[in-house]
């Protein structure tokens, strides 16, 4: 069975930081194009990272610039992203989502999706 799980979200102070996981099954992550996705109440589900399968190439989307870091371990089959500066509006659910070919920031692109992983910033 083809699965992605994230891990390591929790609840942190405003200018904390968290370091998500997300590890595959099933598959092995390093020919596909990983992004993380959040979604807070009420708001539609936003691209914030995307790493690509062929030479790690990284891109991010504004609202994290500078503060998150994503960055891929191939020997554990696992993507991470490194959150610093956090800010109450960071407050989200965040997956993990895998596609063959380059990267990419709609949801509808993606093939693999993990089931979530919550992260609150509030003081």
């Known amino acids: 069975q083809l699965s992605l799980v994230e891990s390591g979200g929790g609840t942190v102070q405003p200018g904390g930081s968290l370091r998500l996981s997300c590890q595959a099954s099933?598959?092995?992550?390093?020919?596909?194009?990983v992004a993380w996705f959040r979604q807070a109440p009420g708001k539609e589900r936003e691209g914030v990272s995307c790493i690509t399968g062929t030479d790690d190439t990284t891109t991010y989307q504004d609202i994290v610039k500078g503060r998150f870091t994503i960055s891929r371990d191939r020997a554990t089959n696992t993507v991470y992203l490194q959150m610093n500066s956090l800010k109450p509006e960071d407050t989200a659910v965040y997956y993990c989502?895998?596609?063959?070919?380059?990267?990419?920031?709609?949801?509808?692109?993606?093939?693999?999706w993990g089931q979530g992983t919550q992260v609150t910033v509030s003081s």
């Open positions: 989502a895998a596609r063959r070919g380059v990267h990419a920031y709609t949801p509808a692109a993606y093939d693999y």
């Open positions: 099933g598959f092995t992550l390093n020919m596909y194009a």
